[in-house]
């Protein structure tokens, strides 16, 4: 038995299992290390608003993938246009990577205006911004039923429950007040976009109205436009409900008043 284990025959056993070894513990590493790929990273492109075809190719150069998992109607943007990705841009991502996209609709889908009549203003414009509805000018009217929306209507034609339109349209609302009107104050809207200040004045019962920008140049210059002036401003007088309250923008973020604007954003949620 000795002798054996110290034979020609137990040594060369030894030499080809441990060569048996190496071979599959190196083959492991190095699957791994191309399946990984971790110095082969590139940094994902902005594919916003670029058309699906031209953003395929794109991917395509940096030898990345696209899935394309949903689309949306977009007023105002061609179908077939890329409005979200995922990673965002500027995200690292190995190649081979999939690029998960949402596009734009050619078409609106046809929706059912919900009944919202008698119902609270509030109330009524998040049910109709839950039907992808955008919320237009406000009117208000002497009625029973005051803060009520009692009437509906899109470029001046009236609209009723269960009335079929596109998606994304704007519907003006008629809202009832008491017979001697009410006044309210101005809201505080610096250091809102557009967007935000409309939704704040809509919940004061007032319109938005001119939003110039002079310094705005460029696409993004509007995009990040912050209100940094109102007329009438806060605080100065009250207006009748339904007034429209025009704002100043600017790209300038140092133009904008200081204010606590995390208590100003925390009445729209």
């Known amino acids: 038995m000795f002798?054996?284990?110290?034979?020609?025959?137990?040594?060369?056993?030894?030499?080809?299992?441990?060569?048996?070894?190496?071979?599959?513990?190196?083959?492991?590493?190095?699957?791994?290390?191309?399946?990984?790929?971790?110095?082969k990273v590139v940094e994902v492109p902005d594919l916003n608003e670029m058309d699906i075809v031209e953003a395929e190719a794109f991917l395509f150069q940096l030898q990345l993938r696209d899935s394309i998992i949903d689309s949306a109607y977009t007023p105002g943007l061609p179908g077939g246009m890329?409005?979200?990705?995922?990673?965002?841009?500027?995200?690292?991502a190995k190649e081979g990577r999939k690029i998960y996209l949402t596009l734009s609709r050619y078409t609106a889908e046809m929706v059912k205006v919900p009944n919202i009549l008698d119902q609270t203003l509030a109330l009524s414009e998040a049910k109709l911004k839950s039907y992808g509805y955008n919320i237009g000018e406000l009117t208000y009217i002497p009625?029973?039923?005051?803060?009520?929306?009692?009437?509906?209507?899109?470029?001046?034609?009236?609209?009723?429950?269960?009335?079929?339109?596109?998606?994304?349209?704007?519907?003006?609302?008629?809202?009832?007040?008491?017979?001697?009107?009410?006044?309210?104050?101005?809201?505080?809207?610096?250091?809102?976009?557009p967007e935000e200040a409309k939704q704040l004045l809509n919940m004061s019962g007032l319109?938005?109205?001119?939003?110039?920008?002079?310094?705005?140049?460029?696409?993004?210059?509007?995009l990040s436009a912050l209100v940094y002036r109102t007329d009438p401003e806060p605080g100065s007088k009250e207006v009748p409900q339904g007034s429209?309250?025009?704002?100043?923008?600017?790209?300038?973020?140092?133009?904008?008043?200081?204010?606590?604007?995390?208590?100003?954003?925390?009445?729209?949620?």
Request: charged share 25%; net charge negative; aromatic share 6%.
């Open 3 to 39: 002798k054996f284990l110290f034979s020609r025959t137990l040594l060369i056993q030894i030499v080809l299992a441990l060569i048996v070894v190496v071979g599959v513990v190196a083959g492991a590493y190095f699957y791994l290390l191309s399946y990984t790929m971790p110095d």
């Open 82 to 92: 890329v409005i979200k990705q995922d990673p965002l841009p500027g995200a690292n």
């Open 143 to 193: 009625s029973m039923c005051s803060d009520c929306v009692v009437g509906m209507s899109h470029k001046g034609e009236e609209l009723k429950p269960g009335d079929r339109t596109r998606e994304g349209i704007t519907i003006d609302l008629e809202v009832g007040m008491d017979e001697d009107g009410e006044l309210v104050s101005i809201p505080v809207l610096y250091g809102l976009s």
């Open 207 to 222: 319109n938005l109205g001119a939003s110039p920008c002079p310094e705005c140049e460029t696409k993004e210059d509007t």
């Open 244 to 269: 429209p309250v025009n704002v100043f923008l600017t790209s300038n973020k140092e133009e904008v008043p200081e204010v606590n604007l995390d208590s100003i954003k925390a009445l729209l949620k």
